[in-house]
């Protein structure tokens, strides 16, 4: 259970009782569009512009002494994006400790933080029925969230796309659950993923 990097599921992470427990979700859909009637976009995959100017997946600090993982994840949800959107114990995908932050941040294990990550398939229109509300309603816009972004998923001759997006910065492991993502959800190869894992720290 203590193993620093491991995964851990969603009940053996709720056994730390003195963790502070934060919860992210992946929202995706497919979409059958193309760039410049060229490059398939293939799936839509949002995440957000941070106020700390980090990118990362909606979501937040969850109590679960008060609520569920998923009831607080759906709360954060509404605060973040302006619309219900609830989330289940179904689309959990696995939790982990969040990677040890840099003194001052640090903390004793008393104080670690558990983070859960969730995805959830849902339908085109309801990506944009989020981009439309999380940047005119949601209490959030302008304060925790400065705005949802789309990863691009193709690679342009130049080199566009993945690589560049993937060279940004994250937080937390952000990063890491987009990519892994990508993969166990069948969004990207391994072969397109490593080329742009690798172009991406050029
Ligand atoms: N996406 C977003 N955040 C992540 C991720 C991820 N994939 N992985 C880990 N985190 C961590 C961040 O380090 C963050 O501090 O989870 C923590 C809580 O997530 P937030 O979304 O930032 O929490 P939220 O409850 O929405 O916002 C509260 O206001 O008072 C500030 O700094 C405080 O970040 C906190 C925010
Ligand atoms: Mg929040
Ligand atoms: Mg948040």
Do not use: W
């Amino acid at each position: 259970l203590l193993m620093a990097s491991g995964q851990l599921s969603r009940e053996e992470a709720l056994e730390c009782t003195r963790c502070r427990h934060a919860c992210h979700v992946m929202l995706y859909s497919d979409t059958k569009s193309q760039l410049f009637g060229k490059f398939p976009i293939r799936h839509i995959i949002l995440m957000q512009m941070r106020f700390d100017g980090l990118l990362g997946f909606p979501g937040g600090l969850v109590d679960p002494s008060k609520e569920t993982l998923e009831e607080g994840l759906t709360r954060e949800l509404s605060e973040e994006l302006g619309l219900p959107l609830p989330i289940s114990v179904e689309d959990h995908v696995e939790s982990c400790f969040a990677p040890p932050s840099s003194p001052p941040f640090s903390s004793p294990f008393s104080s670690r933080l558990m983070l859960h990550f969730y995805v959830k398939k849902i339908e085109e229109e309801q990506i944009r029925e989020v981009e439309r509300v999380a940047a005119s309603t949601a209490t959030d816009h302008g304060q925790e969230v400065l705005g949802m972004v789309r990863v691009p998923l193709y690679t342009m001759k130049s080199g566009g796309g993945l690589a560049h997006f993937l060279s940004h910065s994250f937080i937390g492991n952000a990063r890491s659950q987009l990519v892994s993502s990508l993969l166990r959800f069948n969004m990207a190869s391994l072969e397109e993923l490593r080329k742009a894992l690798t172009r991406s720290q050029e």
